[in-house]
């Protein structure tokens, strides 16, 4: 009986990795969220989440996000809240079966891209790259620097009323202010917010975030579009989010899986004319 010769030894032993490599491959592909739901949970994030719960889900207005949550079934738990909101508090609720924005297969997402904190595998958020504005000019007797206040006003307001103050999950603010002085009306909705509604107080005074100042440039940048037409888009600029075995590593994996076979193939071909 003849040996196996040398070559063909190694051809088995590259065989064998090259299976055992495609079998560990396949669970990882087929548990868990894929990269699409990871990229779409953590754009909507960024969009609709990140200003309340912080850009790594550590919290600000909203609750922390990022933390071990303590139930059997965090899933259902998460997306729960996510689609009903909390009564009587900021978070609104997102499902279009509530009067939200996002369809179910988007809370999924989300709902995927929160759990993903818990194992601590933190996909990078992508960032809101904001197309500049173009300059707005001031309204002669308005007080405050509508430039300053349109980033003030992307960074807290787009995400409910709109980039273009269209109105999302809150009011349509582009429009013809049925006041006097539009102004002061505005400025003491900002300050005080609406009760008993998502628009909380933003004023220092009311509990709320933002200064006096902030609150009057944010002011001028919202009166500036009774004057304007100007309208700017909001472009998010997804990460690609790491997972696992697929993704970009997994094309490589399997680049290198291709070129084990063709050695394999050689291999043989060479030991089998010997
Ligand atoms: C306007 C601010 C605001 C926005 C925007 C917001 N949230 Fe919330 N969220 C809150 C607040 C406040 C709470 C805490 C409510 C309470 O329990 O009193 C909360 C609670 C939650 C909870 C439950 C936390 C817990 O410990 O039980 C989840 C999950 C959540 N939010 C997810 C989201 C997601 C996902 C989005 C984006 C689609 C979002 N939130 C947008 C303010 C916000
Ligand atoms: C979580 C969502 C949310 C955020 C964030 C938010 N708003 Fe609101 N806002 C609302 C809702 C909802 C209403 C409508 C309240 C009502 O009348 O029931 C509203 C109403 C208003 C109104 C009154 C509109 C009118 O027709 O009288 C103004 C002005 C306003 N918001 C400005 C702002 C500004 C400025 C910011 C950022 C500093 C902001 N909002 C952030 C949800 C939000």
Known sequence: MQSPSRPRQVGLALLITLILIIFWQVPALAQGPTDEQLELGGRLYAENCAVCHGSS???RVGATLSKDWPSIRPDLRVRTVIE???SGSPMPAWSQKKGGPLSDEEI???????LSWE???VPPLPTLAVTPRPPITPIPEVEGDPNRGAVLYDENCAVCHGSNGEGRIGARLAKEWPAIRPDLRVKTTIERGVPGSPMSAWGRTYGGPLTGTDIDDIVAFIVSWQASADMVELVPTPTPAPSALSGPLGVVVMLVALLAL???????????RE
Do not use: K
């Open 57 to 59: 889900g550590e919290g």
């Open 84 to 86: 009903e909101g909390v």
């Open 108 to 114: 999924e997402a989300l709902t995927l891209y929160i």
């Open 119 to 121: 194992t601590g595998g």
């Open 262 to 272: 063709v050695v394999v193939g050689v291999i043989g071909a060479l030991a089998r």
